[in-house]
């Protein structure tokens, strides 16, 4: 075996290169030289020309092999060695064990060494030995090495055995690379298994314990610590996270044996180890971390006022259960907690709700629901319909790998029931909103066929006498009254259901508003005389902008209003003024006022208290509540006060005003004349006029009146009639009642154009159906006008004359 002497200058020497082979180095140069400039006659070898043969030949055979070789001779076994060997025992050029005994050259060792060298002499066969430790003294100090090595006993010319040649590899590098991977490997998977610092020091301490030829003793310390000291006998290796490129508050300190070099191949062991430690620190200081934040989270969700769970793994193990959730599940947490979710809930397993789950759980990603029917059994009951809307979070790992799921679910069924039953109460608000529009429709139509051969009547008995020589004026005068106040009747019910379906189209222009005033004092004038009241009015010309029909219809509500619940003989105010930028409109009373209790409600429709007993002329209770409608379309408000009943009330309205309105006329009576005109007179030459309507009454008296105009006038009752009259007769004007039976006056206007007679007739639609929509049909089906039930005859006689 080879073991370099304490004169060697450094582990790391490399050996120098051996001669080819077959090729001897210069005489000058190397070993060969040295070993002929040796002076060996001061030693029991003599001079080489002495040498015994098989030793100059085992030397020139060794001088000339690559291999690191040796040969102890002699009684003293005296060194001998090649250039490969060279390095091992020498400094520089200097022949430090060149013909040195080996007792002396290996006196750290000589004990086993010398025991072995004695057996070989003394007959033993070649021996080897693979990493055997030593300990040698190299750069000043004792070391620890390995060597693996063989002992040849080598003959002198007799066949006596003489001396020993040694072969010999050191695998210190190596065999210290094995055992502190193993020590590494160790220490990796004990500290794979800490979750605490204490466990971790424990795993330090159990890596240090597999390796005590390396490490004596493993501290580990904070950096606010001062530097351990080092222990006599032994070396100190201070190593902190800062040389690993970790930024902890970590350092380890190692205790090493003082016969191991602190060289980079330990140096690189000591700080794998520090790494592996400082790693396994970091992550069991974040796992605590995340403790700290998943427990509080814990008790977050245990607190919510919402759902929540949190599930561990693809089975989706329940690990937390809070109150709410637990009751919207109907099962009790401690039933829920540690079972997978198929197993709590098996009548949704692969149901939707359980593959969003799986999805979010292998995707990652997170997922909010829509609100999502449910059929779960709940307290162990039979399957109930649930509603829910859920959000799930995916749960990481510090190195981002999915682990579980946190679950937000809020139980949605009372709202999705009570949704359901609001609309369906909505469907059904609609469907009874449609049939009061039809009955209104229709009752308005009904109403008004009856009014129009009254209307047409008394016109007819007017134009046969004139007032003051009929001894019916008197009757005739109480029935035109009560058959417009029906009128209005008609005409507010259906106003109110126009308005509350935003069918009320506004024709505003600019106007002076004290003529609407005159023109609704007008309107109102038979039933304030009748009732012999008076009306007190303070009107000023106010420049506005709005619908003059409907500002009228206001005013006239208003006055009907004051007239009806105010005794007989009352007084009744009505002012009209700008103030403050508006409008404004003021009627009042000293009636039967309004009570308390009903001033909040005074202006829904229907809505009329009491008051209705102590009034002679009665209403549907819809006047002020067109007022309120129609004022509000404006822009404006209305309001009402009274002091209580018996103390009268008053009503105001205030509307705004068009900035730069037109400038209002001189005379607003010229803009809305109040006098009643007179019949139109008889036209030169009369027209021959078709009229058809199956009320009877209506279509006669209506055919009256058209012939005092001096019109030719033709007679239908029905469709079939009225398209046989119209094939056969010379026909100018038809006017058709629209709700014809069988046949609408819109179809039988058609047939008549289709039937090719009379072509340059013209067509006007008659009907108790007034609306807007009524109207513009009317319009598309090519008729001149639409006049609805009861119509004005002076209209119309002037409208057929044109």
């Known amino acids: 075996m080879i073991l370099p002497m304490p004169t060697i200058p450094s582990p790391n020497t490399a050996p120098q290169a051996a001669a080819p082979s077959g090729t001897y180095p210069r005489p000058d140069a190397g070993v060969r030289r040295l070993i002929e400039q040796h002076d060996w006659a001061a030693t029991a070898l003599g001079p080489m020309a002495g040498w015994p043969v098989s030793l100059k030949t085992v030397v020139a055979l060794m001088l000339d092999s690559a291999e690191a070789m040796m040969i102890w001779w002699g009684p003293d076994l005296l060194q001998i060695y090649n250039d490969a060997y060279a390095p091992r025992v020498t400094a520089g050029s200097v022949p430090t064990v060149l013909g040195q005994p080996a007792a002396i050259s290996w006196k750290h060792s000589w004990a086993e060494i010398g025991q072995e060298v004695d057996l070989v002499l003394n007959g033993r066969p070649s021996m080897g030995h693979v990493d055997v430790p030593f300990s040698i003294e190299r750069n000043g100090r004792p070391e620890d090495t390995f060597w693996t090595y063989t002992f040849t006993p080598v003959r002198d010319d007799h066949g006596a055995i003489r001396g020993v040649l040694i072969l010999s590899k050191e695998t210190t590098a190596r065999v210290l690379g094995d055992r502190r991977h193993a020590a590494l490997e160790v220490l990796r998977h004990a500290a794979a298994l800490a979750v605490s610092p204490e466990m971790l020091a424990q795993a330090v301490q159990h890596a240090a314990a597999a390796n005590r030829a390396d490490l004596h003793g493993v501290e580990l310390r904070s950096l606010k610590q001062p530097p351990p000291d080092q222990a006599a006998g032994t070396q100190r290796v201070w190593v902190t996270s800062a040389d690993i490129g970790i930024d902890i508050d970590l350092g380890l300190a190692f205790t090493v044996p003082a016969t191991l070099p602190v060289d980079a191949a330990f140096r690189r062991f000591l700080e794998q180890f520090t790494l592996l430690v400082a790693t396994a620190s970091q992550r069991i200081g974040a796992e605590a971390r995340r403790a700290i934040v998943e427990a509080e989270r814990d008790r977050l969700l245990l607190d919510a006022p919402v759902g929540a769970a949190v599930m561990i793994g693809e089975a989706l193990v329940y690990h937390l259960v809070n109150a709410v959730y637990a009751t919207i599940s109907g099962r009790a947490a401690g039933e829920m907690v540690g079972k997978p979710f198929v197993e709590v809930f098996p009548e949704l397993r692969n149901a939707p709700v359980h593959e969003s789950f799986l999805e979010v759980y292998r995707a990652g990603a997170p997922f909010v629901s829509q609100p999502t029917l449910v059929r779960i059994h709940r307290h162990g009951g039979a399957l109930d319909d649930r509603y829910f809307t859920y959000n799930l979070s995916p749960l990481r790992t510090l190195d981002g790998v999915v682990y579980g799921l946190m679950v937000i679910a809020v139980d949605i069924t009372v709202e999705v029931e009570s949704r359901a039953q609001v609309e369906l109460l909505n469907s059904e608000l609609q469907t009874a909103a449609r049939a009061k529009d039809e009955f209104l429709a229709l009752l308005g139509h009904e109403l008004r066929n009856p009014l129009a051969p009254i209307v047409t009547a008394l016109e007819l008995m007017r134009m046969r006498a004139p007032a003051g020589t009929s001894p019916t004026d008197r009757e005739q005068v109480i029935i035109r009254r009560q058959v417009g106040h029906l009128t209005r009747l008609v005409d507010d019910l259906l106003d109110v259901s126009r308005i509350t379906r935003g069918k009320v189209e506004l024709r505003k222009e600019h106007v002076d508003a004290a003529g609407i005033v005159a023109r609704a004092v007008e309107m109102v004038s038979p039933l304030i005389d009748q009732r012999k009241q008076t009306l007190h009015r303070d009107v000023s010309p106010v420049a506005w902008y709005g619908d003059p029909a409907r ?170 009639s009225a398209l046989a009259l119209f094939r056969h007769t010379c026909i100018d004007l038809a006017i058709l009642d629209i709700g014809l039976p069988g046949t609408s006056g819109y179809e039988l206007a058609d047939q008549m154009r289709a039937s090719a007679a009379n072509p340059a007739a013209s067509y006007i639609a008659l009907s108790g159906f007034g609306q807007d929509i009524d109207k513009q049909r009317s319009a598309a089906a090519g008729f001149k006008a639409h006049f609805v039930k009861p119509l004005a005859p002076e209209t119309l006689a002037a409208l057929v004359g044109s």
């Open 551 to 720: 500002l009228a219809q206001i005013i006239s509500n208003l006055l009907s209003n004051a007239s009806r619940y105010s005794q007989a003989e009352a007084a009744i105010a009505l002012s009209s003024a700008a103030v403050d930028g508006q409008l404004q409109i003021t009627v009042s009373d000293n009636g039967s006022g309004i009570p308390a209790d009903l001033l909040p409600r005074i202006f829904e429709p229907f809505v009329q208290g009491e008051r209705k007993l102590h009034s002679s002329v009665g209403g549907l209770g819809i006047g002020l509540a067109l007022v309120k409608n129609l004022t509000e379309l404006h822009g404006g408000t209305v309001s009402a006060h009274s002091a209580g009943p018996g103390l009268g009330s008053a009503f105001t309205v205030r509307l705004p005003l068009l900035e730069g309105a037109a400038p209002a006329p001189a005379d607003p009576a010229a803009t809305y004349p109040i006098a009643i005109a007179p019949a139109p007179a008889a036209p030169a030459g009369g027209r021959h006029v078709l009229v058809v309507d199956d009320n009877i009454d209506a279509a006669d008296t209506l055919a009256r009146m058209l012939r005092i105009h001096g019109h030719t006038v033709s007679l239908a009752y029905t469709p079939e």
